[in-house]
């Protein structure tokens, strides 16, 4: 497998439940990304690995919770989630050049389809 | 702040015509870089074609084109020779440089049908 994989494509459910997003890429990048992607809005840049180090976008809802267990794989947990959390969320990977600095190309998975019922 | 802005929410051309997608940006940084990525439907979206603010010459990558006008913060895509495969988003973007891992700031999109 080559690219960046994201499972599941689609996910249902309810505002009680606990589930997870994965993101896996094959790319040997340092740096990966989680975006949501809502109808008529920009995309929006949730968190950030690079360089393993975590950057924050401060206006996410506590009730998602990134992972990043190695450079290759990244998570997303989901808890108490509301309806107007559904959205297609997508993960990107970046390679970061010298002092990590980034060069803009990002690689995108399919993204995962979320409904909050 | 940056902000991207893409004026044209949804846009409809016949095969092998051109058309030109637009991108006003605001920045007061003096180097960055601007995109133009492609989302498919239901596909994973893409970098179309990159340009380094610091570059006069306009990027170019087969029938893909941009016009970078940096005094008027400008930055619209043209395709010429249009297909029924560039059917899809096309999102407009913006990079501060140097960057380390900091945010793309994407427009709203603009959705694109070639038809035939």
């Known amino acids: 497998e080559t690219g960046v994989t994201q499972t599941p494509r689609h996910l249902v459910m309810g505002m009680t439940n606990k589930k997870s997003l994965k993101c896996e890429q094959h790319?040997?990048?340092?740096?990966m990304y989680w975006y949501k992607q809502s109808a008529k809005k920009p995309l929006e840049l949730m968190f950030v690995?690079?360089?393993?180090?975590?950057?924050e976008n401060n206006s996410v809802p506590s009730r998602f919770s990134p992972e990043c267990p190695n450079s290759s794989h990244l998570f997303l947990h989901l808890h108490t989630l509301q309806p107007e959390d559904s959205a297609l969320y997508l993960c990107?990977?970046?390679?970061?050049?010298?002092?990590?600095?980034?060069?803009?190309?990002?690689?995108f998975g399919e993204g995962s389809r979320l409904t909050v019922l | 702040a940056q902000t991207v802005t893409q004026s044209q929410p949804e846009m409809s051309v016949q095969e092998a015509e051109t058309v030109t997608l637009s991108c006003t940006y605001d920045?007061?940084?003096?180097?960055?870089?601007l995109f133009w990525y492609k989302q498919p439907p239901s596909r994973q979206m893409i970098l179309v074609i990159r340009?380094?603010?610091?570059?006069?010459q306009n990027a170019t990558e087969n029938r893909f084109s941009v016009n970078f006008q940096k005094a008027a913060k400008s930055f619209s895509l043209k395709i010429s020779d249009s297909q029924l495969g560039d059917t899809a988003m096309y999102f407009c973007?913006?990079?501060?440089?140097?960057?380390?891992?900091?945010?793309?700031?994407f427009g709203k999109g603009t959705r694109l049908h070639i038809l035939p």
């Open positions: 990107a990977s970046s390679r970061l050049g010298l002092a990590g600095v980034n060069t803009g190309e990002l690689f």
């Open positions: 790319l040997g990048h340092n740096a």
């Open positions: 690995y690079s360089l393993e180090e975590r950057v």
């Open positions: 920045t007061s940084e003096s180097n960055y870089y």
């Open positions: 340009q380094e603010a610091y570059k006069q």
């Open positions: 973007a913006f990079m501060k440089y140097p960057s380390r891992g900091d945010k793309i700031i």
